[in-house]
């Protein structure tokens, strides 16, 4: 199904980015100087790619429809999963944020914590979430979902895509974390 391979091939250009955030705050336990630059490029790609770009496709289409089949097991899936998990992906962006203008500031032993704490947490928490959608939500979906809906799905991501083309938002992303790689 060309909407849920698109998010599958998404996950992995996240995943990277997890990693490099890992890799990242391990230097800094190892003694390098906190890069407050890099990590607002890192903010940058998960608030524009892995939130704008890609978990609305998943809100406003996918799970739309999810939700839409009066399923319980669906709403549960979403509601209690994967849409608290997206809440708490922003949470921890928002302070990483935070304690990047506080170290900034002031570059405290405490500002680093709270860095490497919401950078490293931001990693664990997409880490297990998009193994989570890859192992049992997207399957989920392609067993609920009537082929009319897939159909529905598969041309509203379409158009989504060619509007973010318009912005080169995947040329921009891509080339970003295909250097961090
Ligand atoms: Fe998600
Ligand atoms: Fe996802």
């Known amino acids: 199904m060309y909407g849920i391979d698109l998010l599958l091939e998404e996950h992995k250009n ?28 890192c903010i940058d790609f998960v608030r524009n790619y892995a939130d704008k770009h890609h978990h609305e496709k998943e809100e406003k289409i996918l799970f739309k429809f999810m939700l839409d089949k009066n399923d319980s097991a669906a709403e549960k899936l979403i509601r209690n999963g994967m849409l608290v998990e997206h809440d708490l992906a922003r949470y921890h962006i928002d302070e990483l944020d935070k304690a990047l203008t506080q170290y900034e500031k002031n570059p405290t032993s405490k ?19 998009i193994n989570k959608e890859n192992e049992v939500c997207y399957n989920y979906a392609q067993r609920l979902l009537s082929d009319e809906c897939k159909l529905l799905i598969n041309e509203q991501i379409k158009n989504f895509e060619e509007n973010s083309q318009k912005d080169c938002i995947q040329k921009k992303y891509l080339l970003w974390i295909d250097k961090r790689k």
């Open 111 to 129: 500002a680093k914590l709270d860095i490497i704490t919401h950078a490293a947490s931001y990693a664990d928490l997409l880490q297990r979430h």
């Open 14 to 41: 996240i995943y990277a980015l997890t990693e490099y955030l890992n890799k990242i705050c391990c230097l800094i336990l190892e003694g390098a100087k906190v890069d407050v630059m890099e990590f607002r490029e």
